[in-house]
Each structure stands twice: as C-alpha cells, then as structure tokens.
C-alpha cells in the first residue's frame, strides 16, 4: 500500500504515545464474509460490489451521515477496544456477538487515510476531520488511551472515540488477529472451509469456564417444593447449583484423576457480593474440579425421586455441598456480581488468550428485580460480558428468573414477540445471550419446538424443574474422550 511521503512524522507521534494496534468492532457472523472476500472493505464499497453483510455495525442514521460527510467509503477504525458504538449496536440488536479485529498500524500511514478527532459522523458536534500531520495532532491521544470513555471528564468523552478512517479496503494480512477465530484461512479466500464457532473441544489445555451468580437477598426466604420438600427458593437453588457443580467435577473423572477441564466460579449477591464457595475454599474465586472434590464442604441427606422397575420410588441421597443457602441481603445488587465476573473473566482471558477455548458461560439465577442501577447501566454491563470472547465464540450470559408461583413461563425465546411486552422480561431478553444453534436440540427438549432460529438464553418465572433442565442446557459437554 502507497504511504503518505511524511508518514514517518506520523509514526513519531504514535511512538510518543505508545500507540501500537487500531481496532475495529465486527460481529461473528460477519467473519467468513471479511476472510472469503479477502479483507475489510467500506459499507458503500460492500453494497457496490454485492457483498451482503450479515449483521452491519452502523444504522440508517450512521449512513447517512457518512453519505452527508462523504465518508461512505470509509473503514472505520479506533483506537479502543471499549467503544461505545460497539454496545449502542449490541443494545439496538444489529449485533449479538462482537469481536475486535486487530488493525496493522501501517493503515495510518497510508495515502488515501485521514483522521477524526472523535466519531466522523457524530452530528451534534463537528469533527475535525482531514489527511495531514496536523489534522492527526487534532487527536487527543491521552484520551483515546482511557479505559472507558466513563473515566474521563464529561468535555472530554466525545474525543474517546477518534477514528482513523481507510479508504475503500483493509486487505486481510493487515488484520492482524483474523486466524484467531478458528476460522481457516486459505490461500484462495474463495474456497473457504469455514469453522462453526461454539464447537471447540474442552481439554486440560483448552478448557473453559463457569460463573454462577446466584441471588441471595432476603426474596430468596420465600419457599417453594423441591422433590417433595417445602424450602426456601435459597436452600432449592443451592442444591441445584451444588449438584450442577458435581456434575462438572463428575465430568471430569478419567480413571483415578480429575483432569483440569473447567475453572468454577460461585459468586453470591445481595447488598454486597462474595465467593459463593465455603469451608476449605471460602473466599476463592475460580477453583478447579480437583480442588472442588478434595474440599467438599459438606454433605447432607436428601430425597429425590428415582426410577426403579417397580416405578417411581422416594429415596434418601447423600449430596456434597460446596455453596450454602443464604437470604440476607436486602438489596438485589446485580451490577455488582457483573462487575465481580468482568474481573474474573479479565484475567480469565488473558491467561487463555488465542487458545481455541469453548468460551465461558456465566448463568445468574434470580428471584425478581434489581436495585440500585438503571436498566441502561444493566444492560451496557451484560453487553460488556457479552463482547469478551475466545477464538471460538462469545461470552455466553444466561438469565434465569426464578419464582415459587405457578405462573406462565418464558423460556428461551426467539424474539421479543413471546415476551408480551413485559417490561422485565424485555429486560432480561435484552441482558442476556443469542445462542448458536447448537443449543436448539437439548432446547427443544423443554420448548417442543424444532425450530432452527437461534434462541435468547433466558427465562422467566421459572420452577425448580425447570431451572434443572436450563442448568443441563447451559454446561455444555463437549469434552475431549482423547
């Protein structure tokens, strides 16, 4: 690609900064399209070319500002991997699955690029926009290196989102982290063999990873039957969670070790948030299948219903316990237990990065509504769960509402046509997780359903049952027998 004459001016000034990758937000499904047609290209140069975009970034509005700025033939670039544009597009469902293309430098340097101090399109302030040295000075490079654009002062949040746009095409070697999605790339893009994301096995050295977040306010006290017994919806979810726990280790039993597949973590909340876990492992964050069957924390007796020739018989069971059942916070603080596993899974993701890892799934078990955050920071805290990701999917966040009452539930729709137009449904509809049609199969055990559209991993107004089968649904078992 043709560089700018002074573009060694220009790498000057990213050198000061320590600016080394642009970035550029994209949903899954759009990968096999950008690899087939050998890069990035602008979404007027798509539509020239008759290249459909599965699930475009941009609106109508988006558009045609561009067109009104003549930026319609633009790749759009930034400068953060936390861009807000990015979860405007997750809350108004253009995308479900994000991922963050990591961009060459080189782009910057090249003939045809010019700069935006903050977004190209934005209409309610005008950017500085043009192609020299001096207009890339116009950006405020400390800003652009902000974590999120919530840390900086108001006057200056608007420059967060500086943008380097490219003229007409990003040719694939420049997309420096394109062959970490599990999709192959082939000599001749054209003859793509694609790779499905959601399908990567789960071995010691690529394994995955579960956050339950259970509520454990003082709405939990209310009692429900479980298998017989009268008991608090705290002392019911406690045992599902522990024997869905057990589950996992069980899993993970080859002969006389316990392989290291998941990592498991138990996050409780209420006014406050704490590791779920007790005795031994109290205060842990994740813990692995080996540590969880050396250090039960208890075990109780219980009855369950099993399956004998002669029918359906009660029985006493004995049951390990890792997580007891607790009622005593008097808030619901779930932007706390998000904020909790965005910290986890941080360090989670680093640790396995560019591992071809089943991604983490974080499963919230609740009672009813939360307190002390807007619907809007709710649901840009889900977004960002949902936006972290593996090579081979995204973060998958499950949410379950759970209720002693007989009413009518909601499980796993397919569009907010099911939901009625409640508003807390919608809410949690808009929280949580599109799920890849890998699930439909276990899902149309509980639906009745064969349908092959993808379906929103929550449900409301849940029984206990119910819960169990959701649970079963949500810990994929696809470890590696090698």
């Not at 459909?52 to 700025?69: E, T, V, W």
């Amino acid at each position: 690609m043709e560089k700018k004459s002074n573009w060694q001016e220009f790498k000057a000034v990213l050198d000061e900064h320590k600016i080394v990758k642009l970035y550029h937000f994209t949903d899954r499904d759009n990968l096999e399209s950008i690899i087939k047609n050998g890069g990035l290209y602008s979404w007027m140069d798509c539509e020239r070319k008759g290249i459909k975009i599965a699930k475009p970034g941009g609106g109508s509005l988006s558009r045609d500002l561009d067109s009104g700025r003549k930026l319609e033939n633009y790749v759009r670039l930034s400068f953060t991997t936390q861009h807000p544009m990015m979860y405007a597009a997750m809350t108004d469902g253009r995308i479900s699955n994000p991922v963050i293309l990591e961009i060459d430098i080189e782009a910057i340097y090249w003939a045809d690029t010019i700069y935006s101090n903050m977004n190209a399109a934005k209409h309610t302030l005008k950017p500085h926009i043009g192609g020299t040295i001096s207009d890339f000075m116009q950006i405020h490079f400390q800003s652009v290196k902000a974590r999120k654009h919530f840390d900086l002062p108001v006057e200056e949040q608007p420059y967060f989102q500086a943008e380097v746009l490219v003229k007409n095409f990003i040719p694939l070697e420049y997309i420096k982290n394109i062959g970490n999605f599990g999709i192959p790339i082939p000599s001749k893009p054209k003859t793509l063999q694609s790779k499905n994301p959601y399908t990567a096995q789960i071995t010691r050295n690529t394994p995955t990873a579960f956050i339950f977040l259970v509520d454990q306010s003082v709405s939990m006290k209310r009692t429900t039957n479980f298998n017989g017994e009268k008991m608090s919806l705290a002392e019911a979810v406690a045992r599902i969670v522990n024997n869905q726990i057990n589950e996992l280790v069980y899993r993970c039993i080859k002969t006389t070790e316990v392989r290291h597949y998941y990592d498991i973590a138990i996050i409780g909340y209420g006014h406050e948030v704490y590791s779920g876990w007790n005795g031994v492992l109290a205060g842990r964050d994740f813990v692995s299948p080996e540590e969880l069957k050396n250090n039960p924390y208890k075990k109780i007796t219980v009855k369950e219903e099993k399956r004998t020739r002669k029918g359906t018989m009660i029985k006493e069971i004995e049951k390990v316990q890792w997580l007891e059942a607790r009622c005593d916070g008097h808030w619901t603080h779930v932007h706390l237990a998000f904020v909790k596993a965005k910290t986890l899974l941080d360090q989670w993701m680093q640790d396995h990065h560019d591992k071809d890892c089943y991604p983490p799934t974080i499963i919230n078990i609740t009672d009813g509504q939360f307190n002390h955050a807007t619907r809007e920071e709710i649901v840009q805290q889900a977004n960002e769960l949902k936006a972290m990701f593996t090579n081979d999917g995204n973060v998958l966040l499950w949410n379950i509402h759970i209720t002693p009452d007989n009413m009518e539930q909601v499980l796993l729709p397919i569009s907010k046509e099911e939901l009625k137009d409640d508003k807390y449904s919608e809410l949690l509809y808009d929280m949580s997780s599109l799920l890849p049609t890998r699930y439909n199969q276990p899902i149309s055990d509980i639906r009745g359903d064969s349908d092959d559209a993808r379906h929103v991993a929550m449900a409301t107004n849940t029984d206990m049952s119910t819960l169990i089968q959701l649970m079963d649904i949500g810990t994929p078992t696809n470890i590696s027998q090698r």
